[in-house]
């Protein structure tokens, strides 16, 4: 049995929602849950602070694919005020912040609305899997996870990275330009667990990009706030920090 016929008859959510970043992994996972009745929508969240090539190529693959979208948008102008009276964010602590208002805050939002009644779980189809990272193996180890309301169900959690690539050729998915470029989804460049140097590179495909990150750094200078986005790992990423089912490249990074 997959994950999400697991998921259907041990909880009998409302409904299925696919969490589509953008990436190759959650486009594989989305396309999975469309086959499903069950399905609803496609839930992209638009975290106010990534690669605006990223949130066209959901829209367009859910254009071609007759998806219906949800573009589920953080407080505009957070980000970049957080950054201005806080400084530039870093390490696990704040990467929680930056998790929670970016884009927790909004799957909440979203699974509010379509419960129908109190007790109600709402399916959550995720792209994680297991292969990512020693780490992702330790915390994300199951197809299936309630929290709540919140039915996190992740159907390809035993692919491997040629398995979303052959799946993807196989039913004619699209790849995205940013993954192959960056080797992520860049919907979120928040930079609280980022490599510092991993700005020259976005700044190589995405200088508009790294111009207002980059921006942003002189700004929180200038206020003699922490000003470098990204931060070097200096101790190993605590494998207790809670799930963060949609931050999957971030702790990848910091995990390597």
């Given at each position: 049995?997959?994950?999400?016929?697991?998921?259907?008859?041990?909880?009998?959510?409302?409904?299925?929602?696919?969490?589509?970043?953008?990436?190759?992994?959650?486009?594989?996972?989305?396309?999975?849950?469309?086959?499903?009745?069950?399905?609803?929508?496609?839930?992209?969240?638009?975290?106010?602070?990534?690669?605006?090539?990223?949130?066209?190529?959901?829209?367009?693959v859910c254009r071609d694919q007759g998806w219906p979208l949800i573009e589920e948008c953080a407080p505009s102008g957070w980000y970049d005020q957080n950054c201005l009276s806080a400084g530039m964010p870093g390490g696990p602590a704040q990467h929680g912040i930056m998790y929670q208002r970016l884009k927790d805050d909004q799957v909440r939002a979203v699974v509010r609305r379509?419960?129908?009644?109190?007790?109600?779980?709402?399916?959550?189809?995720?792209?994680?899997?297991?292969?990512?990272?020693?780490r992702r193996m330790r915390i994300h180890p199951e197809p299936v996870i309630r929290e709540r309301a919140q039915l996190w169900i992740n159907p390809i959690l035993n692919w491997t990275a040629s398995d979303v690539n052959d799946y993807m050729a196989q039913v004619g998915l699209p790849r995205n330009p940013v993954v192959d470029n960056l080797h992520r989804s860049g919907e979120c460049l928040c930079g609280a667990l980022a490599d510092p140097d991993e700005l020259d590179w976005i700044a190589y495909w995405y200088p508009d990009v790294a111009a207002r990150i980059r921006s942003l750094e002189q700004q929180c200078f200038e206020r003699k706030l922490p000003y470098r986005w990204g931060t070097k790992a200096s101790q190993p990423f605590d494998p207790a920090q809670p799930m963060l089912p949609l931050c999957q490249d971030c702790p990848t990074r910091w995990a390597a």
């Open positions: 049995m997959g994950a999400i016929e697991q998921a259907l008859a041990e909880f009998r959510p409302a409904c299925l929602l696919a969490l589509f970043s953008g990436g190759h992994d959650s486009v594989t996972s989305t396309h999975l849950a469309a086959q499903h009745p069950m399905f609803r929508a496609v839930v992209h969240v638009n975290t106010g602070i990534g690669i605006e090539q990223t949130r066209e190529y959901v829209r367009q379509f419960k129908r009644r109190k007790g109600d779980t709402v399916g959550l189809v995720t792209g994680v899997r297991k292969s990512e990272s020693e």
